[in-house]
């Protein structure tokens, strides 16, 4: 037991360091396009399903309410929370429309679609991001591996570098609230 241990947190250090060493500059460049978005009067939607939806939960709670410092509330919309409209759009047209149709009812140019998805090739969540980029939306992927076809679908595709969903799911929510501790400082 001690060993799975060890080779668990030694996986998630390794992981996470080479986070730091190859996507700080994304990072950066992701939170400048938030930054952006919100100084326009535009919100942020975002999607996932699982752990990948907790996450995007989660994303749009740091930003509504605060991360670390009182500062203004910023419009994010996670679409993963009302369950009315997902088993509705589920039921009447599949599951795979369930972001789609949100992202064509809620989205409009110049706000930021975020998809996550650990393997980057979850139908519903790659239908959204086209919807979002025929809205003149840009699109952010939160992904792993080699970030499916959801990184070449998105404007940035930030990967964490591993098979692991575990290590991938680590990864994000560092990811997730490093860009949030940017968004949030650019507005104290």
Same mark, same amino acid.
């Given at each position: 037991?001690? #060993?799975? @241990?060890?080779?668990?947190?030694?996986?998630?250090? #390794?992981? =996470?360091?080479?986070?730091? $060493?190859?996507? @700080?500059?994304?990072?950066?460049?992701?939170?400048?396009?938030?930054?952006? !978005?919100?100084? #326009?009067?535009? &919100?942020?939607?975002?999607? *996932?399903? *699982?752990?990948?939806? !907790?996450?995007? %939960?989660?994303?749009?709670?740091?930003? $509504?309410?605060?991360?670390?410092?009182?500062?203004?509330?910023?419009?994010?919309?996670?679409? +993963?929370?009302?369950?009315?409209? @997902?088993?509705?759009?589920?039921?009447?047209?599949?599951?795979?429309?369930?972001?789609?149709?949100?992202?064509?009812?809620? !989205? &409009?140019?110049?706000? $930021?679609? $975020?998809?996550?998805?650990?393997?980057?090739?979850?139908?519903?969540?790659?239908?959204?991001?086209? %919807?979002? &980029?025929?809205?003149?939306?840009? +699109?952010?992927?939160?992904? *792993?591996?080699?970030? *499916? !076809?959801?990184?070449? @679908?998105?404007?940035?595709?930030?990967?964490?570098?591993?098979?692991?969903?575990?290590? =991938?799911q680590e990864g994000h929510i560092l990811i997730i609230h490093t860009l949030c501790?940017?968004?949030?400082?650019?507005?104290?």
């Amino acid at each position: 037991m001690s #060993q799975r @241990l060890e080779e668990a947190f030694a996986d998630h250090l #390794q992981t =996470i360091e080479t986070v730091r $060493v190859e996507m @700080l500059p994304r990072i950066e460049a992701v939170s400048a396009v938030f930054i952006e !978005a919100f100084r #326009q009067g535009n &919100k942020v939607l975002v999607m *996932g399903n *699982g752990g990948s939806a !907790a996450d995007a %939960q989660h994303l749009a709670a740091e930003l $509504v309410g605060r991360f670390l410092h009182d500062r203004p509330s910023l419009p994010a919309i996670a679409l +993963t929370t009302d369950t009315s409209i @997902l088993t509705a759009v589920g039921n009447d047209y599949g599951y795979d429309s369930v972001f789609s149709r949100q992202v064509e009812g809620l !989205a &409009k140019a110049g706000d $930021v679609a $975020v998809g996550i998805s650990t393997s980057g090739n979850s139908r519903n969540v790659l239908t959204a991001m086209e %919807q979002a &980029k025929a809205l003149g939306c840009r +699109t952010v992927s939160l992904g *792993g591996g080699d970030g *499916g !076809a959801l990184a070449g @679908l998105t404007d940035h595709a930030l990967v964490v570098p591993s098979r692991s969903t575990p290590r =991938i799911q680590e990864g994000h929510i560092l990811i997730i609230h490093t860009l949030c501790d940017l968004v949030e400082q650019s507005f104290l």
